[in-house]
């Protein structure tokens, strides 16, 4: 029997193969297609999948193909700029961009070889998941090709049709967001051409920037991908027919304002509904839903695959945890109470962006473009990710369920000198069993950890493997609550959050 159990290599199942590689638990991953698929599907993430990739051990495979960018651009139906979420000049607190666009099939390639270093994992490419069953030893997985496979965890990252999900009877709650999109990527030689745009910030570079059209008359993104790879998406109008869209003369005629006299071929045209939906149900007895099995999120901010990998980033300490005895199974129950909350507010964020983007009444459109114009926009689509709320967190406490910061040790990532797994940053020399302690006057870090402590007004801070703040305040009292919380034990402090 297999500790765990993975269902689809894209690349939430493939970063989880490679966190739990890692961790050397035996790990099967079933996929029914033997090579990953040779088109573009999603094309963007965040500096925290930058993080979690290093903490994969992957990081020096795909930094490589990625293409660092300078944020998001939403332009109204004057052709002038509305909302700038521009990332040029601002801190990094956690040292990589915000942004990066990168191409799927290299992605995929680059996380399936990397499991190659793991004896404990076993890949089970060219037969899918045809059936489960359950019972108190674990979970016993049916393969198309008649095989079974045991594991005493499954984790089901089949994605938005997943028939896991399907098997298992798992509704999905429907934030109330379909639309039709024709996505079309294409290899340019050359740059993109922007016709008639006007008030783009001096510091914006068009070619760096994902830019939303918000025209009534076709609402339209381009996105920057790696190399000569771009992509539109262009919303399609009451009356237009899929495959007909579909064609090579209407994609060329929609592409051709932004590609006129510019060198390119189409790679592939498809039509999406854009959907808003989140399971019901995260976890049934062994199994956990995630990424598109779990949620779909229309793609305005480009945080649909995020989620997925901060799923599996959730789920693979604690998985680690339970299985080598170092905490109850019950601890697995703070999944989805973390995840699905953070899932919903960016997935209702980018739903209220999709409705202002989607107007197609010319009237509303220009009174939107004059309303968020007089409005104060500030940030970056990064800054929609909310801390942690609930579960294994020190509520109360400075800083509870806030991403942590990554600053350059010695001219490394503050991660890579460290460790991984939980670590306590203290001025406080302390005794901590299962926990790296990290004194702050030892971190040649040009104080940020420090920084941190007094901005936060705190002794110590410790941090999740998944790089997400505890807690802060004294040490010892940060274990004690930790330990209990992994014990199941609910502190007074945490009564009373």
């Not at 919303?235 to 005629?253: F, N, R, Y």
Request: hydrophobic content about 45%; some cysteine.
């Amino acid at each position: 029997m297999f500790d765990v159990a993975i269902i689809g290599c894209g690349p939430v199942g493939a970063l989880v193969a490679n966190l739990l590689g890692k961790t050397g638990r035996s790990v099967v991953v079933i996929e029914r297609e033997a090579e990953p698929y040779p088109l573009p599907r999603a094309v963007h993430l965040d500096h925290e999948m930058m993080r979690l990739f290093q903490s994969a051990g992957v990081i020096d495979r795909v930094a490589g193909d990625m293409r660092d960018t300078e944020g998001h651009l939403h332009v109204g139906a004057d052709h002038g700029v509305i909302r700038y979420m521009g990332t040029v000049g601002r801190p990094r607190p956690f040292s990589w961009s915000n942004d990066y666009f990168f191409y799927q099939p290299e992605l995929e390639d680059h996380l399936r070889q990397a499991l190659a270093a793991y004896p404990n994992v076993t890949l089970r490419f060219g037969a899918g998941f045809a059936a489960l069953d359950q019972d108190g030893d674990g979970v016993t997985l049916h393969l198309s090709d008649g095989a079974t496979v045991q594991a005493r965890y499954v984790i089901a990252c089949d994605g938005s049709r997943s028939a896991v999900r399907k098997a298992l009877g798992i509704r999905l709650d429907d934030l109330g967001f379909e639309e039709p999109w024709l996505v079309v990527d294409a290899e340019v030689d050359g740059a993109v051409r922007f016709p008639d745009l006007h008030g783009v910030p001096d510091a914006a570079d068009l070619q760096k920037l994902s830019v939303m059209m918000c025209d009534p008359r076709r609402p339209a993104t381009v996105v920057p991908g790696r190399g000569n790879h771009r992509r539109w998406e262009f919303m399609l109008l009451p009356g237009e027919d899929d495959q007909a869209m579909m064609q090579p003369d209407a994609v060329a005629a929609l592409v051709a304002p932004y590609l006129d006299g510019v060198p390119h071929r189409i790679v592939r045209a498809a039509t999406y509904r854009f959907h808003g939906l989140i399971a019901e149900q995260w976890r049934s007895g062994g199994v956990f839903l995630a990424g598109d099995a779990a949620h779909q999120t229309p793609p305005f901010f480009g945080q649909g695959m995020c989620h997925g990998l901060r799923d599996v980033a959730n789920l693979a300490w604690k998985l680690d945890m339970v299985l080598g005895g170092d905490a109850p199974d019950a601890l697995l129950d703070s999944y989805q109470p973390e995840r699905d909350p953070h899932v919903r507010a960016v997935i209702s964020a980018a739903v209220a962006a999709g409705r202002y983007i989607c107007m197609l009444d010319p009237d509303a459109a220009a009174d939107r473009d004059a309303r968020m114009r007089a409005a104060t926009q500030q940030g970056t689509a990064a800054d929609l990710i909310a801390p942690i709320g609930t579960g294994i967190i020190a509520f109360g406490s400075e800083g509870a369920g806030e991403r942590f910061i990554q600053p350059r040790v010695g001219g490394r990532l503050l991660d890579d000198v460290t460790g991984g797994g939980w670590r306590l940053f203290t001025r406080q020399p302390v005794a901590a069993g299962g926990v790296t302690v990290v004194p702050v006057e030892t971190l040649d870090d040009g104080g940020a950890v420090a920084s941190w402590l007094l901005l936060h007004g705190t002794e110590a801070v410790l941090v999740r493997p998944d790089h997400y703040v505890f807690g802060a305040g004294a040490p010892a009292d940060l274990l004690a609550r930790r330990d209990a919380l992994i014990a199941g034990v609910r502190t007074r402090q945490e009564a009373a959050a």
